[in-house]
């Protein structure tokens, strides 16, 4: 899938399953921070309108995805929690382009967006098939078809920005540096951990 080099080992699934509470509070905030990327990447590109268009649809897309999040929490009888931090993201970033021109800047926000939309989608499609909560089931099925789409727009904007071939490389090199740092999650009840 999206040609992550590490898989997530299915056992992860009974990791999250264990701690329904954790997983979806973290999730949630993964959510309002993939609205927050979303808008901060149309500070970036304003003068490409149809791009910005599609970013809004994203950002808002996220925000009712934390919505919805927050609804299955409530109907739970929990509560959303604090924000919670996220290592995976956190080495994500220091892999991002420093300096240099501001398309190749650019370029990699948009690999770096896809990347967390790649391992999301993947991490929602082990727990499509490996928790028996038929709720969380389905949720995490039509999550997941929607991370797939978020993943392909910022992969396609990324290609609209530069050199395709290019752009192919480097998301390459994002493969291999996020399957590098994979090797130290799994073992969380987190959506990356």
């Known amino acids: 899938m999206f040609r992550l080099k590490l ?3 299915p056992r992860w699934a009974n990791i999250a399953e264990g701690n329904l509470e954790e997983i979806l509070t973290d999730h949630a905030w ?3 921070k993939a609205a927050t990327n979303a808008i901060g990447l149309i500070t970036m590109v304003p003068e ?4 910005v268009t599609e970013l809004l649809a994203i ?17 739970r009888g929990g509560v ?9 993201v956190n080495d994500l970033v220091k892999f991002l382009v420093r300096g240099g021109k501001r398309e190749d800047q ?10 967390i939309e ?3 989608c993947e991490r929602f499609k082990v727990l499509t098939e490996n928790i028996k909560d ?5 949720f995490y099925h039509d999550l997941m078809v929607s991370e797939a789409n978020h993943y392909t727009a910022f992969i396609g904007f990324a290609r609209q920005l530069g050199d395709p071939e290019t752009v192919n490389k480097r998301w390459e090199e994002w493969l291999e540096y996020e399957a590098s740092i994979m090797k130290s999650y799994g073992n969380k009840e987190t959506i990356h951990g």
């Open 80 to 88: 959303l929690g604090r924000t919670r931090k996220d290592d995976y």
């Open 7 to 9: 898989l997530t080992d």
């Open 106 to 115: 650019i370029i990699d926000k948009m690999l770096f967006a896809a990347m």
């Open 118 to 120: 790649a391992r999301s």
């Open 59 to 75: 950002a808002q897309e996220e925000l009712d995805h934390f919505n919805q999040v927050h609804e299955i929490i409530k109907k």
């Open 134 to 138: 038929e709720e969380l089931k389905k």
């Open 30 to 32: 993964c959510e309002q």
């Open 48 to 51: 490409y309108t149809e791009m």
